[in-house]
T-cell receptor
Framework: NAGVTQTPKFQVLKTGQSMTLQCAQDMNHEYMSWYRQDPGMGLRLIHYSVGAGITDQGEVPNGYNVSRSTTEDFPLRLLSAAPSQTSVYFC???????????????FGPGTRLTVT | GESVGLHLPTLSVQEGDNSIINCAYSNSASDYFIWYKQESGKGPQFIIDIRSNMDKRQGQRVTVLLNKTVKHLSLQIAATQPGDSAVYFCAERSQGAGGTSYGKLTFGQGTILTVHP
């Protein structure tokens, strides 16, 4: 198993550009999430999905879109990049929802995004 | 323990010592807690979890203690090794907002553990 994979590892964008961060998992997990990690702050949830075709907003969804057409893939789209979106982005997956108490999320290696 | 701000708390120990990393959580209604390890340039890695109906849980070389009275969580690492050097952070789960069944995880900023050979 490759686990959770993310591409690219690094990306530099200019303000206003759009791009898609890719995330894939090969563990057949229903639950997938996108987080951002900023200095001095804990991980914050952007969007999540409880299965193919079902997504919902997390804590900081503005400026990001997601879709879940397959169980394996959960891409994150930046619609019009802003310097405030400079961050490290992590994708995670789990076999159980958090509200069942099985919180063993598997995280990808992250994408470091800089917006100039 | 963890705190808000750009400078993470640090803990330096000698190889073989026991380490204790602390976390103060914010929500008295939180019912589930997780400790993560994050090595430089990598994603967080699940270490151990504990539910609020427990006060102690042991894993391999790690023990988590929960004190709900003072809203405090600690991670004890026995016989710390250089490979344990990383940032450790806790997360607390509370019920999601707006009727969603998806619990909300709130993450701490972390503590930097450095293990000297």
């Amino acid at each position: 198993n490759a686990g959770v994979t993310q591409t690219p590892k690094f990306q530099v964008l200019k303000t206003g550009q759009s791009m898609t961060l890719q995330c894939a998992q090969d563990m057949n997990h229903e639950y997938m999430s996108w987080y951002r990690q900023d200095p001095g702050m804990g991980l914050r949830l952007i969007h999540y999905s409880v299965g193919a075709g079902i997504t919902d907003q997390g804590e900081v969804p503005n400026g990001y879109n997601v879709s879940r057409s397959t169980t394996e893939d959960f891409p994150l789209r930046l619609l019009s990049a802003a310097p405030s979106q400079t961050s490290v982005y992590f994708c995670a997956s789990s076999s159980e929802p958090l509200d069942r108490g099985y919180g063993e999320q598997y995280f990808g290696p992250g994408t470091r995004l800089t917006v100039t | 323990g963890e705190s808000v701000g750009l400078h993470l708390p640090t803990l330096s120990v000698q190889e073989g010592d026991n380490s204790i990393i602390n976390c103060a959580y914010s929500n008295s209604a939180s019912d589930y807690f997780i400790w993560y390890k994050q090595e430089s340039g990598k994603g967080p890695q699940f270490i151990i979890d504990i539910r609020s109906n427990m006060d102690k849980r042991q894993g391999q070389r790690v023990t988590v203690l929960l004190n709900k009275t003072v809203k405090h969580l600690s991670l004890q690492i026995a016989a710390t090794q250089p490979g344990d050097s990383a940032v450790y952070f806790c997360a607390e789960r509370s019920q999601g907002a707006g009727g969603t069944s998806y619990g909300k995880l709130t993450f701490g900023q972390g503590t930097i553990l450095t293990v000297h050979p």
